[in-house]
């Protein structure tokens, strides 16, 4: 199973960015897929998730509004759109597909099965 997450990058506050993670080796259907990030110092944060057949969103209070997560299946890529980005938001962003989640685990990152590699985004003030 692979995971390749991209899109990151260097962003002036307000700005937008979308991120993209491709999935191969696994039935990506079957997964929900959620999205991490992670700041210099501090512990990996939930994002977002996205159940398998896209029908369910969640997110974390301090992206709801300006974050949204999608998935196309039939290319096996989940997406991240950033908009009206802030300093704050600065991290390493990691994607991570996860089977049989239930609700009270899907902000929780050993729940999930596999991750990619991480893409660094970087908002400037």
């Known amino acids: 199973v692979q995971l390749q997450a991209s899109g990151g990058g260097l962003v002036q506050a307000g700005g937008s960015l979308r991120l993209s993670c491709a999935a191969s080796?696994?039935?990506?259907?079957?997964?929900?897929m959620g999205w991490f990030r992670q700041a210099p110092g501090k512990e990996r944060e939930f994002v977002t998730v996205?159940?398998?057949?896209?029908?369910?969103?969640y997110y974390a209070d301090s992206v709801k509004g300006r974050f949204t997560i999608s998935r196309d299946n039939a290319k096996s890529t989940v997406y991240l759109q950033m908009n009206s980005l802030k300093p704050e938001d600065t991290a390493v962003y990691y994607c991570?597909?996860?089977?049989?989640?239930?609700?009270?685990?899907?902000?929780?990152?050993?729940?999930?099965?596999?991750w990619g590699q991480g893409t660094l985004v970087t908002v400037s003030s």
């Open positions: 996205i159940r398998g057949n896209g029908g369910s969103t």
């Open positions: 991570a597909a996860g089977k049989g989640l239930i609700y009270s685990s899907y902000a929780t990152p050993t729940r999930y099965d596999y």
């Open positions: 080796g696994l039935i990506f259907s079957s997964y929900a």
